[in-house]
């Protein structure tokens, strides 16, 4: 294995796409800044209504063209969990994005009382920015399943 390459390719395919929505929202925002000098930089605007589900949408959709187009070590094309699971996280993914553009997060974050928890405080953050929660989610998961499913094709390829 190439290790030079697979940098190469996790940059390309993990790092720019994850940080795809940051940097167009900085972009938008030095746009907006200069003709608007209060123009306040949001940084998680990017994320919070559920846009990481494009990303899930697109990670999984590669996983899935790797395993169509390469000889890889598991049966192919049975479905089995690696499939399965990039399918859950493509219609999870892309339903959540949706969600989140049809109906985006309005307002803010009420306060929490004194002495309520750091973990309750968690919560209320995660169900206030549901499409967010959950996005993140099926992120998370295409994520580890394309990774998997990388380093499978890849040691296959390197073993020839």
């Known amino acids: 294995m190439d290790w030079n390459v697979e940098f190469w ?3 390309v395919n993990v790092v720019v796409a994850a940080m ?7 972009v ?15 940084q ?6 559920g846009q ?3 990303v899930a949408v697109g990670w999984s959709a590669a996983a899935l063209y790797d395993i169509a187009t390469h000889p890889t070590l598991w049966p192919n ?14 219609v999870g993914g ?4 949706a969600k ?13 009382p004194h002495g309520v928890s750091f973990g309750r405080r968690l919560w209320d953050r995660l169900m206030f920015y549901q499409a967010f929660t959950f996005t993140l989610g099926f992120t998370l998961l295409s994520l580890v399943l394309m990774l998997v499913e990388h380093a499978n094709v890849a040691l296959n390829e390197a073993q020839k």
Do not use: C, K
């Open 20 to 26: 795809g929505p940051w940097i167009a929202n900085f």
């Open 77 to 90: 094309p049975n479905p089995g969990i690696v499939q399965m699971g990039l399918i859950i996280a493509i």
């Open 28 to 42: 938008l925002w030095r746009l907006d800044h200069i003709s608007d000098r209060t123009a306040e930089w949001r």
């Open 44 to 49: 998680w605007d990017a994320y919070r209504d």
């Open 94 to 97: 892309a339903l959540f994005a």
């Open 9 to 11: 390719w996790f940059l």
């Open 52 to 54: 990481l589900g494009f």
């Open 100 to 112: 989140g553009a049809r109906d985006p997060v309005r307002g803010t974050l009420p306060a929490a």
